[in-house]
């Protein structure tokens, strides 16, 4: 069964500091990766995916996250965050096949202070 | 294009009342799917219907039921609410196919007393 593992619950930033958030999944098949992002009382909004080619995804606000085959991994970045990146982030992962649904991870909570 | 629109946005129920969570999209996307979001337990998986005329259980289903009405409205329901089920409820669509992103609604917020 997919699984999807993040491994930070909760991450507190300064404004300008860098950002990583690990995101591991478990899946042998060809999978499709996603970020999204849940502003404080607002819905999923997605901030980029991974479904071929380049392993390094630019989304929307600045975050990327690269597609590490080998290890499993789809990792968030952003290389100086502001005080409006407060928000809960998942990663989520579905098969290549037609109809599966997405497995999503528990989610990290980024706070960050100005 | 409203996207993905859910109604109500907040319930309250007491223990054993049923309603129904009502969910459409417009743009005219195969694949729809019921969320339901806990404090540190991310989204799971309640149902999904991947084409008009099916539904498939997902990771949570028990005390739920759907029902995929046409194209566009997926709707959820709970038959006798428990106090397990407070939760927020988010319903998502996608094309059809593979690969697929998913839009999201802005949820119904459910407190079962």
């Known amino acids: 069964a997919q699984s999807v593992s993040q491994h930070n619950h909760h991450v507190i930033l300064s404004e300008a500091a860098s950002l990583e958030l690990g995101c591991n999944y478990s899946?042998?098949?060809?999978?499709?990766l996603f970020w999204y992002v849940q502003y404080p009382g607002q819905h999923l909004q997605l901030l980029l995916k991974?479904?071929?080619?380049?392993?390094l995804v630019k989304g929307i606000k600045g975050f990327e996250a690269e597609f590490i085959k080998s290890k499993f991994s789809f990792n968030l970045r952003k290389p100086s965050v502001q005080w409006s990146d407060t928000a809960e982030y998942f990663c989520?992962?579905?098969?290549?096949?037609?109809?599966?649904?997405?497995?999503f991870g528990k989610g990290t909570t980024l706070s960050v202070s100005s | 294009n409203a996207g993905v629109t859910q109604t109500p946005k907040f319930q309250v129920l007491k223990t054993g009342q049923s309603m129904t969570l009502q969910c459409a999209q417009d743009?005219?996307?195969?694949?729809m799917y019921w969320y339901r979001q806990d404090p540190g337990m991310g989204l799971r998986l309640i149902y999904y219907?991947?084409?008009?005329?099916?539904?498939d259980k997902g990771e949570v289903p028990n005390g739920y039921n759907v029902s995929r009405l046409n194209k566009r409205e997926f709707s959820l329901r709970l038959e006798s609410a428990a106090p397990s089920q407070t939760s927020v409820y988010f319903c998502?669509?996608?094309?059809?196919?593979?690969?697929?992103?998913?839009?999201f609604g802005p949820g119904t917020r459910l407190l079962v007393l």
């Open positions: 998502a669509s996608s094309v059809s196919g593979s690969p697929k992103t998913q839009y």
């Open positions: 899946y042998g098949g060809t999978v499709n």
């Open positions: 991974y479904f071929s080619g380049d392993p």
């Open positions: 989520a992962v579905t098969s290549n096949q037609a109809g599966t649904a997405l497995i």
């Open positions: 743009m005219n996307h195969n694949s």
């Open positions: 219907s991947a084409s008009e005329g099916t539904t």
